[in-house]
């Protein structure tokens, strides 16, 4: 059964329409709240991070209020990548965390990201658990007046996740020599990245630092890799970075300014975590990630599993078969070595580290060759359209053409209102004509 509010990654919408409301987001505090304080009798403790739309203002306070209702402190801690609320709620012991963010979505967007006292995205199971309690009678989960939360605002969230990425490196790790473009998408990660990149010794030229509350992911960040592409050439760069909106998402690009999605930094790692003996079990993708990378891995006697799309499936699939790196083409990259869920930062000191003895980009990240994929959103009203017999004639028809030259993918977007048409082949002409078969059935 489908979740009632939660989609592929938390909860997200149109800011002061639907879900994305003060009135919804006190509810889910509340539900929330409860939930968690019954996990653990000792602590009450919620932390709260958010990046930097100007609708936080509206949404964090009457999160808050839910919270604190239902007898939870609560830390508050500003712009933060969201992994680095999950770091913190793990080391500061938390009953959960909450991420305020769209990730990539414009900033007229919002919603959140759950995590457990583990650092851990929510599963099916317990959100369906808490959406139960977003829709019983508030009344219930109200404390008494003298259990109240209090709350308190901790400024120091990014100075405390950059010494835990830190630890996980050598002390003698330096990036002095090293010329690199960063684009922080004016989002949550404008702080932390080029702070410490810059205590690592790299020269930093940075985009994207600069956020107004309507800006985030404005022709900017891992959306629009363009800015890094151009900046690269421009500065003589050795490596181009961009991050998304909540920065747990990377795309990069070489010193010749070519793109480098997910794929080919997983491929790269998999295959230098092997050669180290770091990589435990294989590779986890999902449903989008690029058959050349199945191919490649494949080649490299490293085992590759796909999950479903969302970086909380992928890092399901891990824990369930032991494997310590999974991600997405998007650049949802998990490190299960040191981390929970994605972060873009944590993966670009890793692509780094492998950098640092003057190797260069375009030799390192450029490992497989993929197929040529073709990736159009067709916006709709009700995503549900792909279901309808017209639709599924369509598919079917475009697979029948696609059988044994490549691969087709329609699924419903988990963040927004949009069906997703994916097509590979050797064939850009094929994919084309399946895509357009498609298409206009939805349409």
């Not at 959306?223 to 961009?242: D, E, L, M, N, Y």
């Not at 980009?361 to 959103?377: R, Y």
Request: charged letters at 30%.
């Amino acid at each position: 059964m489908k979740n009632k509010y939660f989609g592929t990654d938390g909860i997200r919408g149109t800011v002061n329409q639907g879900n994305i409301t003060g009135e919804k987001f006190f509810k889910f505090g509340l539900a929330s709240g409860t939930y968690f304080k019954n996990q653990k009798k000792s602590k009450q403790i919620a932390i709260i991070a958010k990046d930097t739309r100007l609708s936080g203002y509206t949404l964090e306070p009457a999160l808050v209020s839910g919270l604190v209702s239902g007898g939870m402190h609560v830390f508050t801690l500003g712009p933060l990548p969201t992994n680095g609320l999950a770091m913190l709620t793990k080391s500061m012991k938390a009953n959960m965390g909450i991420m305020i963010t769209a990730s990539h979505n414009p900033y007229c967007d919002n919603g959140l990201k759950l995590f457990g006292p583990d650092g851990m995205k929510l599963s099916d199971q317990i959100e369906k658990k808490i959406e139960k309690l977003i829709d019983a009678r508030n009344t219930k989960q109200l404390t008494n007046p003298k259990l109240l939360g209090r709350v308190k605002r901790l400024e120091d969230g990014n100075e405390k996740y950059i010494e835990i990425l830190k630890k996980n490196f050598p002390k003698n790790f330096h990036l002095r020599g090293t010329k690199i473009v960063l684009d922080c998408a004016n989002g949550a990660g404008y702080k932390a990245a080029p702070t410490l990149l810059r205590q690592l010794g790299a020269k930093v030229i940075s985009i994207g630092i600069k956020p107004n509350g309507f800006n985030i992911n404005d022709k900017c960040g891992s959306t629009c890799p363009s800015k890094i592409q151009s900046a690269v050439r421009k500065f003589k760069a050795h490596a181009g970075i961009a991050f998304d909106g909540d920065a747990d998402r990377i795309i990069m690009c070489d010193e010749r300014g070519k793109i480098i999605d997910g794929d080919q930094i997983i491929a790269m790692l998999a295959r230098r975590w092997k050669s180290k003996k770091i990589l435990k079990g294989g590779v986890i993708g999902t449903l989008m990630s690029n058959y050349g990378l199945e191919i490649f891995l494949r080649n490299e006697k490293i085992k590759f599993f796909r999950s479903k799309v969302g970086d909380r499936y992928v890092k399901e699939k891990m824990k369930k078969l032991n494997f310590n790196l999974g991600g997405e083409q998007s650049g949802h990259i998990i490190l299960g070595k040191f981390a929970t869920t994605g972060d873009g930062l944590m993966v670009a000191l890793e692509v780094l580290f492998s950098l640092r003895k003057r190797k260069k980009a375009s030799k390192l990240l450029n490992v497989f060759k993929p197929l040529p994929q073709i990736l159009e959103n067709v916006t709709v009203k009700d995503k549900n359209i792909i279901d309808e017999p017209k639709c599924k004639n369509a598919i079917k028809k475009a697979n029948k053409l696609m059988k044994n030259k490549g691969r087709l993918l329609v699924r419903k977007s988990g963040t927004e209102p949009k069906i997703r048409i994916m097509g590979e082949s050797y064939d850009k002409n094929l994919i084309l004509k399946c895509i357009k078969i498609i298409r206009r059935s939805i349409k």
